[in-house]
């Protein structure tokens, strides 16, 4: 599933509490994030053939394992992720909601939001 059906798939209130949960700093951003998803259901996606990958990864300072998706995955424009697929590979046990708001933290915290987006994405990295 590209990541714009992903999206369009939930309302941000299913969502939006795990935010918090991934992010407590995002607990207080309720209006930023919400103006993130509403932006991004917006926008029309660039077809890709690359990925978002959710894998079982290793951190490398604690080597605890998690899940997750290669923070390149996410690095570029909104338009261009919004037009990746997202695979999740058969061993990575998050739930859908889980994943799509992992995608909305990391394609706001990585991805390169546009313009309309810059006063909110300031307020987030505060």
């Not at 490398?60 to 690095?75: I, K, L, V």
């Not at 697929?85 to 046990?93: M, Q, R, W």
């Amino acid at each position: 599933m590209k990541l714009k059906e992903l999206f369009q798939a939930y309302e941000f209130e299913e969502i939006y509490p795990l935010i918090g949960l991934m992010f407590p700093k995002g607990r207080h951003l309720r209006v930023q994030f919400h103006n993130a998803y509403n932006l991004l259901l917006s926008l029309n996606p660039v077809m890709s053939k690359k990925q978002i990958r959710y894998q079982l990864m290793e951190d490398p300072d604690t080597n605890e394992m998690f899940f997750g998706a290669d923070d390149h995955d996410f690095n570029g424009p909104w338009e261009v992720l919004l037009g990746k697929e997202v695979k999740k590979e058969p061993k990575v046990d998050l739930t859908n909601e889980e994943l799509v708001a992992n995608c909305l933290l990391n394609t706001v915290l990585i991805g390169r939001c546009p313009r309309a987006f810059e006063k909110d994405y300031q307020a987030i990295m505060k």
